[in-house]
């Protein structure tokens, strides 16, 4: 009798060890089939790093941690000079005056909720050794400036949210605080390039800053499309690369700011083919309706 209670009671415990582990394992697969309910922070967004969540799951489940999400274009191989000399070489926003970017058309807007922000910014110049360096690109191609600045930014800044460096949320700062802190968000990164590549030449209708969502890791983002070549490059604080931003890719812009404007984005709607009936009616002939075999 005795032997059986044990027996049972050893039985019971292993039962309930059972239900107490089967947690996390049921848990690691449901995030795995499910990414979207794990939020992410914009810092990790941004960056693409995985949710410190799915890290530790991946642990207890002795695989790999999952990979940094990254849009498609970072992996872009091409170098800038042959992306100039592509078969399509002119871009749509170049021949339309409009920064139809991402394959959207550009719309012009008077007014936008960023207004305020961007105006706090558009017209400032850049000071001290980044103005110099600026300064010394103004006898290279433009094509050479763009990829210079891209680097000299991305270099020289650390993406941080504007909510753990101020406080506050979206704050815009201009390149001479953004440098000086060596810390900024990711419009941050395109003010700098923006305010650098004025600096170094670049005419004001040329430069773009361009407000997108990120559709890989699901966040705002933020970036300068540039004019030069015949083309619209973007410049993001994600590569050094210079990519082309008549590619629709990951990204779907919103608003656009530049010294000549302000812009939303929609897309051209493809009309729908409309078929048409064969007609029943037998053809008529001289002797009279053509009789159907």
Same mark, same amino acid.
Request: glycine share 8%; hydrophobic share 45%; proline share 6%.
């Given at each position: 009798?005795?032997?059986?209670?044990?027996?049972?009671?050893?039985?019971?415990?292993?039962? #309930?060890?059972?239900? &107490? *582990?089967?947690? +996390? $394992?049921?848990?690691?697969? @449901?995030?795995?089939?499910?990414?979207?309910? =794990?939020?992410? #922070?914009?810092?990790? &967004? *941004?960056?693409? +790093? $995985?949710s410190r969540l799915? @890290?530790?799951?991946?642990?207890?489940?002795? =695989?790999?941690?999952?990979?940094?999400?990254?849009?498609?274009?970072?992996?872009?191989?091409?170098?800038?000079?042959?992306?100039?000399?592509?078969?399509?070489?002119?871009?749509?926003?170049?021949?339309?005056?409009?920064?139809?970017?991402?394959?959207?058309?550009?719309?012009?807007?008077?007014?936008?909720?960023?207004?305020?922000?961007?105006?706090?910014?558009?017209?400032?110049?850049?000071?001290?050794?980044?103005?110099?360096?600026s300064a010394s690109?103004?006898?290279?191609?433009?094509?050479?400036?763009?990829?210079?600045?891209?680097?000299?930014?991305?270099?020289?800044?650390?993406?941080?949210?504007?909510?753990?460096?101020?406080?506050?949320?979206?704050?815009?700062?201009?390149?001479?605080?953004?440098?000086?802190?060596?810390?900024?968000?990711?419009?941050?990164?395109?003010?700098?390039?923006?305010?650098?590549?004025?600096?170094?030449?670049?005419?004001?209708?040329?430069?773009?800053?361009?407000?997108?969502?990120?559709?890989?890791?699901?966040?705002?983002?933020?970036?300068?499309?540039?004019?030069?070549?015949?083309?619209?490059?973007?410049?993001?604080?994600?590569?050094?690369?210079?990519?082309?931003?008549?590619?629709?890719?990951?990204?779907?812009?919103?608003?656009?700011?530049?010294?000549?404007?302000?812009?939303?984005?929609?897309?051209?709607?493809?009309?729908?083919?409309?078929?048409?009936?064969?007609?029943?009616?037998?053809?008529?002939?001289?002797?009279?309706?053509?009789?159907?075999?």
């Amino acid at each position: 009798m005795k032997k059986t209670v044990s027996s049972r009671l050893v039985g019971r415990i292993a039962a #309930a060890l059972a239900v &107490a *582990i089967a947690p +996390a $394992p049921a848990l690691a697969q @449901a995030v795995a089939v499910q990414p979207s309910s =794990v939020s992410q #922070a914009k810092t990790e &967004a *941004i960056l693409g +790093a $995985p949710s410190r969540l799915a @890290a530790i799951l991946a642990v207890q489940q002795g =695989v790999p941690a999952p990979k940094p999400l990254r849009p498609a274009a970072y992996s872009v191989r091409t170098s800038s000079y042959a992306l100039l000399q592509e078969a399509s070489r002119y871009s749509p926003g170049v021949t339309s005056g409009r920064p139809d970017v991402f394959g959207s058309v550009a719309l012009a807007v008077g007014r936008t909720s960023l207004d305020r922000r961007w105006r706090a910014v558009a017209r400032r110049p850049v000071g001290g050794i980044a103005a110099a360096y600026s300064a010394s690109l103004r006898g290279h191609s433009d094509l050479a400036k763009a990829e210079a600045v891209n680097r000299y930014v991305n270099q020289r800044v650390q993406f941080i949210d504007d909510s753990r460096q101020y406080g506050r949320e979206d704050l815009w700062s201009a390149a001479n605080d953004t440098l000086r802190r060596g810390r900024g968000d990711c419009e941050d990164y395109a003010i700098a390039k923006l305010q650098m590549l004025r600096a170094a030449g670049f005419s004001d209708r040329d430069l773009y800053l361009v407000v997108a969502k990120d559709l890989v890791r699901r966040s705002d983002h933020a970036l300068l499309v540039v004019r030069a070549g015949g083309r619209m490059l973007v410049l993001d604080n994600g590569t050094d690369a210079i990519l082309d931003a008549d590619r629709p890719g990951d990204y779907r812009p919103v608003l656009t700011f530049a010294a000549s404007g302000s812009w939303t984005h929609g897309y051209r709607r493809a009309m729908p083919t409309v078929a048409v009936a064969a007609s029943t009616i037998a053809p008529l002939t001289p002797s009279g309706p053509r009789r159907r075999p």
